[in-house]
Each structure stands twice: as structure tokens, then as C-alpha cells.
Nanobody, 121 residues
Framework: EVQLVESGGGLVPPGGSLRLSCAASGFAFSESAMKWVRQAPGKGLEWVSSIYSNGRMTSDADSVKGRFTISRDNTKNTLYLQLNALKPEDTGTYYC??????????????RGQGTQVTVSS
């Protein structure tokens, strides 16, 4: 059974930081491109960041470039997203997802249940 379990979300003030984690199991994590997508209240799914299977290539949406960093540890089957300089518009549910290949779209093969990030003073 494929499982993607996100953690690390919470309530932070503007300018704050969070580190999201995603524990993966049930599929070949080290062979899979991974990504983070998010959904703000009342809006559609938005692609955030992608990382190649070996971690050597990443891509970030313009809205988060320079503030968010995606990474992975294939020895631990875990995906990460470091969120810095958070803004209120970053509020939403963050999902980790596996895709068939490296891309910059909010599409996926598997997706977790999500972790809530709320940026507010």
C-alpha cells in the first residue's frame, strides 16, 4: 500500500519558517520524482516545488522561489520542504506527491493527506 504522510505544518507569523516532512512507503521512492503542491482556501491545486529522483535537479514556482527549498533523503524515504520568509498568501494545505517523471505541474500519481500551513499574525 502506498503511503505518503506529511507533517510539520502549523501556525506561524509572517516572516516565519517551517519545515515540512513527508514519509513515503509502498513504492520505489528513490526512483520517483517527487513534488509539493498546495491548495489555498477556495482555490485550486497549485504546484510548488519538484525534485528529481536522485535529488540533483529541483524546480520551484516563481511565487516561492528564493524562500522555499525542496530536498529529499532517499536513505530515509523522506521528502522535505523548508519554508522561509512565509507570507499570508502561503496559507493552505500542503501535499507531497509522487509523479511519473520530473515536471512542474500540479498532477501526480500518489498524494498524501496534507498538512496545514497557516501564516497569520
Amino acid at each position: 500500500e502506498v503511503q505518503l504522510v506529511e507533517s510539520g505544518g502549523g501556525l506561524v507569523p509572517p516572516g516565519g519558517s517551517l519545515r515540512l516532512s513527508c514519509a513515503a512507503s509502498g513504492f520505489a521512492f528513490s526512483e520517483s520524482a517527487m513534488k509539493w503542491v498546495r491548495q489555498a482556501p477556495g482555490k485550486g491545486l497549485e504546484w510548488v516545488s519538484s525534485i528529481y529522483s536522485n535529488g540533483r535537479m529541483t524546480s520551484d514556482a516563481d511565487s516561492v522561489k528564493g524562500r522555499f527549498t525542496i530536498s529529499r533523503d532517499n536513505t530515509k524515504n523522506t521528502l522535505y520542504l523548508q519554508l522561509n520568509a512565509l507570507k499570508p498568501e502561503d496559507t493552505g494545505t500542503y501535499y507531497c506527491a509522487a509523479s511519473n517523471g520530473f515536471d512542474t505541474q500540479p498532477t501526480y500519481t500518489y498524494r498524501g493527506q496534507g498538512t496545514q500551513v497557516t501564516v497569520s499574525s
